[in-house]
């Protein structure tokens, strides 16, 4: 593994433990050469998947950019970053179980939308807004007034 400070390929696994529910391996790193410590992870990848945009582009599957999303629709939620971490890799065992390795935007859209509901509401409504392309108040009003149940009010 290569270190992200100096670019010595010779860095040496310091710690390895089981991470994310055990589907991941924690590795902490030292590179002998700079003396940087760093962490990777390990995860299985059962195919490589490839987003189809909206717009009919194709881009490889990123997870980390799937993970940023997440992250920012759970900003300053009383989550744990643990409990995040897994639902993160529930999704992408989702999507790659899915059968397919080409998976429309919409439905990992869907899938996320689908997964933060049952989680965090807040998060949903925020996940929501950038997703469903929300341009007025009246389009959050409108979201928030399908989460209610039939007959509730702010009075």
Do not use: W
């Amino acid at each position: 593994m290569r270190c992200p400070f100096c670019g010595n390929v010779d860095t040496q696994v310091k710690d390895s433990r089981p991470a994310e529910d055990h589907v991941a391996i924690r590795r902490r790193r030292f590179c002998p050469a700079c003396g940087g410590r760093f962490t990777t992870y390990e995860r299985v990848q059962l195919r490589d998947l490839v987003v189809i945009k909206s717009s009919g582009k194709r881009e490889d599957f990123d997870r980390d950019k799937l993970e940023r999303s997440i992250r920012i629709a759970m900003q300053k939620r009383p989550i744990d970053p643990e409990r995040v971490d897994q639902m993160i890799s529930g999704i992408v065992r989702r999507l790659e179980s899915l059968g397919e390795t080409d998976i429309p935007s919409k439905t990992i859209g869907a899938i996320v939308m689908e997964t933060l509901a049952r989680i965090d509401t807040v998060a949903y409504v925020r996940f929501a807004s950038v997703y469903q392309n929300f341009q007025a108040a009246d389009d959050f009003d409108n979201f928030v007034a399908e989460l209610r149940p039939s007959g509730a009010t702010d009075e």
